[in-house]
């Protein structure tokens, strides 16, 4: 199976609830779409300074994390990033990788909207069972 990518839009959730308190307009609210790598083995969703400088996402911590190579490095991690794939929607953290690197969509995000890798298709696709709403375990 080759690379999977898919059209993700992100939106920083901060300026939503600024919106629905009318301290700003909707059409203030920092959004983007991007091509992002589906990285199943990566844990969250990774972007870079390029994307963090546009949305500008709140900075809340830093945190280790291991990359393919082996290597440990501290990235600055950010919160309230809302992602939308087709009907579905999440809110989560993000890593700060350095520069331009790919954005990479990991394995949290993907689980909490219900979406799956279609292995023929080569692509991200919303769960075939749950077609309407995203369905969790709990």
């Keep these: 199976m080759?690379?999977?990518?898919?059209?993700?839009e992100l939106i920083n959730a901060e300026d939503i609830a600024y919106a629905r308190r009318h301290y700003i307009g909707e059409e203030e609210?920092?959004?983007?779409?991007?091509n992002i790598r589906v990285d199943t083995g990566t844990d969250l969703l990774c972007?870079?300074?390029?994307?963090?400088?546009?949305l500008q996402f709140p900075i809340v911590e830093k945190r280790k994390a291991q990359l393919a190579n082996g290597h440990?490095?501290?990235y600055d991690v950010v919160s309230c990033v809302e992602l939308r794939f087709k009907n579905r929607r999440t809110i989560c953290s993000a890593m700060i990788l350095p520069g331009d690197?790919?954005?990479?969509?990991?394995?949290?995000?993907?689980e909490d909207m219900d979406v799956l890798i279609h292995p023929l298709r080569e692509e991200l696709i919303v769960n075939p069972d749950h077609p309407y709403f995203a369905q969790m375990k709990v």
């Design 72 to 74: 440990i490095v501290e």
């Design 2 to 8: 080759g690379a999977i990518f898919a059209d993700i």
């Design 47 to 54: 972007i870079n300074e390029s994307i963090q400088e546009q």
């Design 101 to 110: 690197a790919e954005p990479l969509l990991g394995c949290i995000p993907l």
């Design 29 to 34: 609210i920092k959004r983007m779409y991007v």
